[in-house]
């Protein structure tokens, strides 16, 4: 799994730049992309910004850069998710988790 920041602005923000004022933390799902061989690969492409990343580190998510932070918030959000479904303990199982330099992580 992996979290990509994208650099597309939305009009939405652009008019809140102009604005001068606070915005609330966001984060939206621009897309999600399964390996149509093996589903239980795939990213999401993820949007975000400042505001969510502060929320994050106030409630204790780290990292060096902005998509380490998402992505270690994003990864206890699939656990949670998981755990609520029943699907915590799945034995027989293995998962790779490779760490990249760009700051994205690919889980497979």
């Known amino acids: 799994m992996k979290v990509?920041?994208?650099?597309?602005?939305?009009?939405?923000?652009?008019?809140?730049k102009t604005k001068g004022k606070s915005e609330e933390p966001m984060v939206k799902v621009l897309s999600v992309n399964v390996n149509p061989d093996n589903p239980r690969n795939g990213f999401f492409e993820l949007d975000w910004n400042k505001e969510f990343v502060n929320m994050l580190q106030q409630n204790g998510y780290q990292g060096e850069t902005e998509e380490q932070i998402v992505d270690t918030w994003f990864q206890s959000l699939c656990r949670t998710i998981g755990n609520e479904q029943g699907l915590g303990d799945i034995s027989g199982g293995y998962v790779q988790i490779n760490r990249?330099?760009?700051g994205k992580t690919e889980v497979s």
């Open 4 to 16: 990509k920041k994208t650099t597309k602005t939305t009009k939405a923000e652009k008019k809140s």
């Open 100 to 102: 990249r330099n760009d």
